[in-house]
């Protein structure tokens, strides 16, 4: 124990952290600059920056099929406050053992961070739906990736406008 | 902040081979680690909910990866085709490793 040399403890006290006064960032993000936050948080290496990066973090570069006939999405075409935008996503499948979706992934592609939510199903779940409240930052699409417990993929998107964004400011 | 509170909306008798629904709430305020302290001009570090597991006699049946773009107090409604009578258990895990949990009972016949 004693000869072991505790680096990082010592790194636990040296908290002097300068202090940026990031005029031009606080500026903008209290008026309407929601869209680019300067830098961004460096709190998770996994998490993409653009929807393309994120679709490929999630899915791999497989094919996207086009979903549009069997994902449905419910969504407001104009949501007033961009912090609680009601979501409601469903895929048209039997949901039994042979033939069920497996995940939905929901992508934002005008957030700071693109992913939203995937939700994992299986053929107890009866029926591939599923409902939560999402934050979108400004007018944006809404995408989402269906996978089948067959292989395929399948991506539909949605058009959202928001009157107040909702990522804090 | 307070301790998140779960909340469960589910039903208690279901006939064999229904589909129902089950709607979950936990208080939670979900920090996006986008927001900046007014006063000190610091990103205020994230802390969201960042899974929800459903399990039915100890079978998974359903979960979620929430990001932060999920709202506070995140909601979350999906269903679940029963065969017998059992008990629901619904996980929610913080990003400190904190994990909130509830259960329901359901008597199917």
Redesign the interface.
């Known amino acids: 124990m004693t000869s072991q040399t505790k680096a990082e403890q010592t790194g636990a006290a040296g908290w002097t952290r300068r ?4 005029t031009l ?2 500026a903008s ?1 209290a008026a309407a600059g929601l869209t680019a ?1 300067p830098g ?2 460096a ?2 290496a996994e ?1 993409a920056k653009t929807v393309e990066e994120e679709i490929k973090r999630l899915m791999g570069g497989k094919e996207l099929a086009d979903g549009a006939k069997i994902i449905s999405m419910d969504l407001p075409q104009i949501a007033e406050n961009g ?3 009601p979501l409601e996503v469903s895929v048209e499948s039997p ?1 039994t053992e042979a033939d069920h979706v497996t995940t939905v992934h929901i992508v ?1 592609d005008g ?3 693109p ?13 591939a ?8 930052a400004k007018t944006q699409n809404v995408i989402a990736i269906a996978e089948m417990s067959d292989g395929k993929a399948y991506m539909t998107k949605a058009e959202v406008k928001v009157t107040i964004g ?4 | 902040m307070a301790k998140p509170k779960p909340r469960i909306r589910a039903p208690k008798k279901a006939s064999k081979g229904e589909v129902i629904e089950i709607k979950t709430l936990i208080s939670h305020p979900m920090e996006s680690g986008q927001r900046k302290d007014r006063k000190t001009g610091e990103i205020i570090p994230r802390k969201i909910i960042n899974a929800f597991t459903c399990t039915y006699n100890g079978q998974e049946v359903f979960k979620a990866d929430f990001h932060p773009a999920i709202s506070a107090n995140p909601y979350m409604s999906f269903f679940v085709k029963v065969k017998e009578s059992g008990e629901f258990e619904f996980t929610w895990v913080d990003d400190d490793g904190t994990t909130y949990s509830k259960k329901s009972k359901l008597t199917v016949n």
């Open positions: 202090r940026f006064i990031i960032g606080a993000a936050l961004g948080a709190w998770s998490d912090n609680t935008v949901m934002a957030n700071p961070r992913g939203v939510a995937s939700f994992h199903f299986s053929p107890l779940s009866g029926r739906q599923a409902s939560t409240r999402m934050r979108l909702g990522c804090g400011g």
